[in-house]
């Protein structure tokens, strides 16, 4: 949806831009309306192709439902992403709460 809107009004100030610098044709007007109905109809194709997985994600009643997989990930998987998280995640907040940690007990002092 949000990439609708800021596509929308990308285009609305592409033509307002071009407007004011220069003489817009129709041609040009009708092809700019055709482009900004590209992502719908992207959209659409997409619902058409993987209609049972919209079909469950527009299903409130399947939003809830857990369920474990039928294969589960490799343990070695998960530990690289629970590794990732913490080198790129939680270490830089580590460093950068010790920090503030320091010059709050400088000031402090």
Known sequence: ????????????????YANSTRQVDPLEQHLHGVLENLPFIGVALLA?????????????AR?????WKEKPLPL??????????????VAPYLEALTRTVRRARAKGA
């Open 1 to 16: 949806m949000i990439c609708t809107l800021s596509h929308e009004l990308t285009a609305i100030w592409d033509v307002r």
């Open 48 to 60: 058409l192709l993987y209609w049972p997985a919209l079909a469950q994600a527009v299903n409130p």
């Open 76 to 89: 070695a998987y998960i530990a690289s992403v629970l590794v990732t998280a913490c080198v790129f995640g």
């Open 63 to 67: 939003w809830l439902e857990f369920r």
